[in-house]
């Protein structure tokens, strides 16, 4: 049984599915792969440049669908998700004078495999840009 009355419940299915903006996706995705780069510093492997077709990803998605937008909103939540706990607890490695690189390398590599799915998701060829930095 719902706590909800159905218009509560509808309500709330209508709130989750509005359309999300553009500009908040792009400000997202700048901010996972600035993050990404901390990590891949971590590791020991450099910045990945965010230029060509991972810069342009946002206004790619743009020309998709709406169920491959929605899929991209929650690939970077998830990936967000994963993000914030792994940086932190590399970040308290390193703060205690412990080498991070061996973790920090496999959350790269998470980030980049989960990275990899969003891009796939507009059905162009980003091969390219998911093959680079893969350490």
């Not at 998709?64 to 970077?76: D, H, R, Y």
């Not at 690189?101 to 840009?129: K, M």
Request: glycine share 8%; charged share 20%; proline share 4%.
């Amino acid at each position: 049984m719902s706590a909800f009355y159905p218009d509560q419940a509808r309500a709330m299915r209508r709130t989750a599915a509005a359309p999300k903006p553009h500009a908040q996706f792009a400000q997202n995705w700048q901010r996972l792969h600035d993050q990404a780069g901390e990590v891949a510093e971590l590791a020991g492997i450099s910045r990945e440049k965010f230029e060509g077709e991972i810069a342009a990803f946002p206004g790619h998605l743009c020309d998709a669908g709406e169920a491959a937008q929605e899929l991209a909103w929650q690939g970077i939540e998830d990936i967000d998700a994963m993000l914030q706990p792994g940086l932190t607890a590399l970040r308290t490695i390193t703060a205690r004078g412990q080498d991070a690189s061996v973790p920090a390398l496999a959350l790269w590599r998470e980030f980049h495999c989960a990275r990899g799915a969003i891009l796939r998701l507009t059905g162009a060829d980003h091969s390219a840009a998911i093959g680079r930095n893969a350490a």
